[in-house]
């Protein structure tokens, strides 16, 4: 969690993340139920796998079910959707569990909503930007500035990573393309992935 001012002081080193367990599970980096309650404007990371990046123009409350499954990441019948703070003209749209959502409405009213696909890289000319967050990878893919791909994939092993990008050559010429890598481990993410790149950037 980091607290939203309006200013360019520093953000809060203490950050409240959503994440997901292996069995499917929400919970909370620190737990909420030892956070103490804030009136606040503070900004919620969610670290969640059904995610979905929409243009802000196509965004509209009755539709977001529906392009989560058609996204492939379809909302449980247990959650919401969460449409984060539009950036960059684009808005992630996230489900959550509704028990987590209540937890966080009682802890910050005045709570914002982000996701690391939200992000937005320097260099976008030609580039693949990924971000290891705990278990999930945030992939994007430029070619002139224009996004190409977007997706949050599973990364808990080497394996999972690999097949990812074997797909993902048959889809681009990854040897023509740059490779930021950012997110919790850059270095061991580096390794996972390979040297199929031009050139490879740790953000």
């Excluded at 009682?106 to 690391?116: G, M």
């Excluded at 930007?129 to 599973?154: D, S």
Aim: charged share 25%; glycine share 4%; net charge neutral.
């Amino acid at each position: 969690m980091k607290r939203v001012t309006g200013n360019n002081a520093p953000a809060s080193k203490f950050r409240v993340s959503i994440q997901q367990t292996l069995d499917g599970h929400s919970f909370s980096r620190p737990d909420l139920n030892v956070t103490p309650p804030s009136e606040e404007c503070v900004e919620v990371e969610l670290l969640l796998p059904h995610v979905v990046l929409v243009p802000e123009a196509f965004d509209r409350s009755e539709l977001r079910k529906q392009i989560l499954a058609a996204n492939g990441t379809p909302a449980a019948p247990t959650e919401e959707i969460v449409a984060c703070e539009a950036k960059n003209g684009c808005v992630a749209l996230v489900a959550v569990d509704r028990a987590v959502l209540d937890a966080i409405s009682a802890k910050f009213p005045r709570a914002r909503f982000s996701s690391p696909l939200e992000h937005l890289p320097k260099k976008r000319d030609k580039c693949l930007w990924i971000a290891c967050r705990e278990t999930i990878a945030f992939v994007k893919v430029y070619n002139n500035g224009q996004l190409l791909l977007a997706e949050a994939i599973p990364a808990a092993s080497e394996a999972e990573i690999e097949y990812f990008f074997k797909r993902l050559g048959t889809r681009f010429p990854l040897a023509e393309y740059e490779l930021l890598v950012a997110g919790d481990n850059p270095k061991a993410l580096r390794k996972w992935i390979g040297k199929p790149f031009l050139r490879v950037v740790c953000e």
